[in-house]
């Protein structure tokens, strides 16, 4: 055991006995580990850990994990796909949460859908854009009742990635397309932005005599936009109609149809859904 003399301000000497764990804990600390997990390790308080670090003279690590990809704020076709998949089934909340008795704030971009190849998509252009890789989790509902579909989950817990995100307007009642993809003219971005809105809320239909591909949503201001961004790229859409069904919540509609229209949302849009995909190259054959 190491020992260490002091002086007090009065003159007196004394002699402390230090832990063998301190060189060890500034070790673990620099390799990368938390120091809440360096206790849990070697066995003592969190609090004792962090008196330890303080009189080595470690600097403690920002609690705020950093954004690897500097130029995450550049639109690209993968950040256009992320806001297309954000004005659709993707959230972005934060809130109060409970670990070990510890009270703390929580930032989260989440998904949850019943297709493993959408949620690929989307991790995808998550690390391309920010370089983080999601939380990838199946919650399984089938076992418990045959009509329910399995969820895959992708969540992501960075607060950079959070205020990113929660600048733009986006929620199920009230989302907007982003003004940097309304103003765009690139093709592949404004593409890129659509693929993700119809791989959340787009649906095939096909009947006997007819086939479209329709989106429904609450937000009329918002479909009004994606109709403006599909005529962008020459794909002409029915008018905008309003759902009468009773057992609905108010809501709003607009269909592709014609053979020409559907062949170039296949060219310049597509989905990343493969079911969805296949269906509509099946159609156009």
Same mark, same amino acid.
């Given at each position: 055991?190491?020992?260490?003399?002091?002086?007090?301000?009065?003159?007196?000497?004394?002699?402390?006995?230090?832990?063998?764990?301190?060189?060890?804990?500034?070790?673990?600390?620099?390799?990368?580990?938390?120091?809440?997990? *360096?206790? $849990?390790?070697?066995?003592?308080?969190?609090?004792?850990?962090?008196?330890?670090?303080?009189?080595?003279?470690?600097?403690?690590?920002?609690?705020?994990?950093?954004?690897?990809?500097?130029?995450?704020?550049?639109?690209?076709?993968?950040?256009?796909?992320?806001?297309?998949?954000?004005?659709?089934?993707?959230?972005?909340?934060?809130?109060?949460?409970?670990?070990?008795?510890? #009270?703390?704030?929580?930032? *989260?971009?989440?998904?949850?859908?019943?297709?493993?190849?959408?949620?690929?998509?989307?991790?995808?252009?998550?690390?391309?854009?920010?370089?983080?890789?999601?939380?990838?989790?199946?919650?399984?509902?089938?076992?418990?009742?045959?009509?329910?579909?399995?969820?895959?989950?992708?969540?992501?817990?960075?607060?950079?990635?959070?205020?990113?995100?929660?600048?733009?307007?986006?929620?199920?009642?009230?989302?907007?397309?982003?003004?940097?993809?309304?103003?765009?003219?690139?093709?592949? *971005?404004?593409?890129?932005?659509?693929?993700?809105?119809?791989?959340?809320?787009?649906?095939?239909?096909?009947?006997?005599?007819?086939?479209?591909?329709?989106?429904?949503?609450?937000?009329?201001?918002?479909?009004?936009?994606?109709?403006?961004?599909?005529?962008?790229?020459?794909?002409?859409?029915?008018?905008?109609?309003?759902?009468?069904?009773?057992?609905?919540?108010?809501?709003?509609?607009?269909? *592709?149809?014609?053979? $020409?229209?559907?062949?170039?949302?296949?060219?310049?849009?597509?989905?990343?859904?493969?079911? #969805?995909?296949?269906?509509?190259?099946?159609?156009? #054959?």
């Amino acid at each position: 055991m190491t020992i260490i003399f002091k002086t007090r301000c009065d003159g007196v000497r004394q002699k402390f006995h230090l832990t063998p764990l301190r060189p060890k804990i500034k070790k673990l600390y620099l390799e990368g580990l938390s120091s809440r997990k *360096i206790g $849990k390790k070697l066995g003592i308080s969190h609090t004792r850990v962090l008196i330890i670090l303080k009189k080595e003279n470690v600097n403690r690590r920002s609690l705020i994990k950093p954004i690897y990809n500097k130029n995450h704020q550049k639109l690209t076709a993968e950040r256009a796909y992320i806001f297309g998949v954000m004005c659709g089934d993707g959230c972005v909340f934060s809130g109060m949460a409970n670990k070990n008795k510890w #009270k703390y704030k929580n930032y *989260i971009v989440y998904l949850a859908v019943k297709d493993r190849d959408f949620i690929d998509e989307f991790v995808r252009c998550i690390d391309n854009t920010y370089g983080v890789i999601p939380s990838l989790y199946l919650r399984e509902r089938n076992k418990f009742n045959k009509k329910w579909s399995d969820i895959w989950i992708a969540r992501i817990t960075r607060k950079e990635v959070y205020r990113d995100l929660s600048h733009y307007k986006f929620g199920t009642e009230d989302w907007r397309i982003p003004k940097e993809v309304i103003k765009c003219d690139n093709e592949k *971005i404004i593409g890129s932005f659509l693929k993700g809105f119809y791989d959340s809320e787009g649906s095939v239909l096909k009947g006997p005599r007819s086939f479209n591909i329709v989106v429904y949503s609450n937000n009329l201001k918002g479909l009004l936009e994606i109709k403006y961004l599909l005529k962008k790229l020459g794909i002409n859409s029915c008018k905008m109609m309003k759902d009468k069904r009773i057992h609905r919540n108010p809501s709003f509609f607009f269909a *592709i149809l014609k053979k $020409k229209n559907l062949e170039v949302f296949l060219n310049k849009v597509g989905f990343a859904i493969q079911r #969805k995909q296949n269906k509509l190259k099946e159609h156009l #054959k």
